[in-house]
């Protein structure tokens, strides 16, 4: 029974061909793992290195100032259950003391 369908025609008509698929109707042929990378979407890493997933718990690594705020945050500062986004800034969060803001990843790192 096959595994996947195909990525053309989407169709449930597939069969395996040694490492890679084929489809019985459209006659596509595909391998599932750089189908399945192809759409894993990026990969976001802190300043370390390390994958962040949504729901992970980040210290800030520097101080940042922060726009119409008197104070910056400071280094050290734990920011809890991030949540990933597209764009510059990349982490979207809640600051104690500063409520919701975007951070970049590379100025925090995994905890």
């Known amino acids: 029974m096959p595994t996947s369908s195909c990525p053309e025609c989407r169709s ?3 069969y395996p061909t040694g490492s890679s698929w084929m489809c019985g109707e459209c006659g596509h042929e595909w ?3 750089e189908v399945a990378a192809a759409n894993a979407g990026p990969v976001i890493k802190d300043a370390n ?3 962040l997933q949504d729901g992970d718990d980040v210290i ?3 101080d940042l100032p922060v726009k119409g ?3 910056s945050i400071k280094a050290g500062t734990k920011v809890r259950a991030i949540r990933l986004t597209d764009g510059d800034h990349n982490i979207d969060c809640k600051v104690d003391g500063f409520g919701a803001m ?3 990843s590379e100025f925090v790192r995994k905890v």
Do not use: E, H, Q, S
């Open 69 to 71: 705020a008197p104070k």
């Open 60 to 62: 800030v690594i520097k």
């Open 12 to 14: 449930a008509i597939t």
């Open 31 to 33: 391998n599932p793992d």
């Open 49 to 51: 290195g390390n994958v």
């Open 102 to 104: 975007a951070l970049k």
